[in-house]
């Protein structure tokens, strides 16, 4: 397949993903609070490129929760060209992705994250995954959420869910903490077996989140609780932007390649507490 062709089938997809989600957060607030969309060049003096973030803040739901679309391209800087697979010879690069950060005010709703992307170099393949961080134990959530990506995977290949589930336990870590930020899901990197196939598998990952936060969200937003939880949320939040700040390779690939900093550091809470 011509990779011009594989480009916008990419980029169209997490642009309607976009979309779809934002719809859906906007009915579980019964459509009384609206997204604030900001769009942006990644180089305003030629076109590199660029992409949307939308946040909604102070909502019934969501404390805040950033849905980030982004398409961008040019040359990596010298100094990060040997990180990148493909990138040593040829510096070039295109980039398109989706990343969406849930941060909840009812503290008995965990958080949650989900980030696709496609990525050309010289070569090119698919990364991302979805992880989910309650603040509160629910092991019946945890296995139902387990459960579905297991199912999910299995569609594609019954060896991705074992592979992407330890790879996630083990990226999402706090090694100067020694713990993991949350309840783990799936993570997956440098996915490149074949473009139709490894498409399909993103496609239903993006599906399956939304399913997933849907049902999640809706199984306990009238469930009560206290200013206890909402500090122990809190704590969790901290643990949650330390990850982020420090390990991130998303939010450091973001930076080092001149993409919107309002839009990468969107996934960091409204509020966090250190003891």
């Not at 957060?25 to 076109?47: A, C």
């Not at 698919?126 to 603040?135: I, K, L, N, R």
Request: net charge positive.
């Amino acid at each position: 397949m011509d990779l011009e062709i594989k480009k916008d089938l990419t980029s169209n997809w997490f642009k309607l993903l976009q979309n779809a989600i934002c719809n859906d957060i906007s009915v579980l607030e019964n459509k009384k609070i609206n997204f604030k969309s900001t769009t942006w060049k990644k180089n305003h003096k030629k076109d590199e490129g660029g992409g949307e973030f939308r946040i909604l803040q102070d909502g019934k739901v969501f404390d805040k929760v950033g849905v980030n679309y982004s398409k961008v391209y040019g040359k990596f800087p010298k100094k990060f060209q040997k990180k990148i697979l493909g990138a040593s010879k040829d510096p070039r690069f295109w980039a398109s992705g989706i990343s969406v950060v849930m941060h909840m005010k009812n503290p008995i709703i965990p958080a949650m994250h989900f980030n696709t992307r496609f990525i050309s170099t010289t070569q090119q393949w698919f990364g991302g995954g979805m992880d989910v961080t309650p603040s509160k134990k629910d092991d019946l959530e945890k296995k139902d959420i387990h459960n579905t990506l297991k199912n999910m995977c299995n569609k594609h290949n019954k060896n991705y869910y074992k592979r992407y589930k330890k790879w996630c336990d083990q990226y999402f870590y706090l090694p100067h903490r020694k713990e993991r930020r949350g309840i783990g899901g799936i993570f997956f990197d440098y996915k490149n077996d074949n473009f139709e196939k490894d498409f399909e598998f993103i496609r239903d990952l993006g599906i399956t989140f939304q399913i997933l936060f849907n049902k999640i969200i809706r199984n306990k937003i009238n469930k009560k609780w206290t200013i206890k939880d909402k500090e122990i949320q809190y704590i969790k939040r901290g643990r949650y932007t330390e990850f982020n700040l420090l390990y991130d390779r998303g939010t450091k690939f973001g930076l080092q390649t001149g993409g919107n900093v309002e839009g990468i550091l969107m996934s960091l809470p409204p509020l966090a507490k250190w003891k």
